[in-house]
């Protein structure tokens, strides 16, 4: 990947990606544990995580902790059906997208 495609993606992040919307962050996540052959080692490693998270559950935690640890599970959990992400989560950026048009086959 040279200079040019990386900036492109960064400026395709920039624009399109709400890091503050709750919808883009579930989409993220589920299509980085969807796609494992565009992701490769973050996707097995995220995927771990998630495993390991789920015995948070068990844990005393602030509610709003607690709240968004269920969100991002849900997003773990529907990232294993047959449907896409985007079928799920409403926002205009889709990684798997941007790393399908900048790496042009090449995994991370």
Same mark, same amino acid.
């Given at each position: $990947? ?8 960064? +400026? ?12 883009? +962050? !579930? &989409? *993220? ?13 973050? =996707? !097995?490693? $995220?995927?771990?995580? @998630? ?9 005393? $935690? /602030?509610?709003? @902790? &607690? ?15 047959? !449907?896409?992400?985007?079928?799920? @989560? +409403?926002? /205009?950026? =889709? *990684?798997?997208? =941007? ?7 090449? =995994?991370?």
């Amino acid at each position: $990947m040279n200079v040019i495609q990386w900036i492109s993606m960064l +400026q395709e992040v920039y624009e399109k990606f709400d890091y503050n919307d709750l919808e883009c +962050q !579930k &989409r *993220l996540i589920c299509e980085v544990l969807k796609e494992e052959e565009y992701f490769g080692n973050v =996707s !097995k490693k $995220m995927k771990s995580g @998630f495993q390991l998270a789920r015995y948070l559950e068990v844990l005393n $935690m /602030p509610d709003d @902790f &607690r709240e968004l640890l269920d969100e991002y599970l849900d997003a773990s959990e529907r990232s294993v059906g047959q !449907k896409e992400c985007e079928e799920f @989560f +409403q926002c /205009p950026y =889709s *990684l798997k997208d =941007s790393v399908k048009r900048n790496l042009s086959g090449n =995994s991370l």
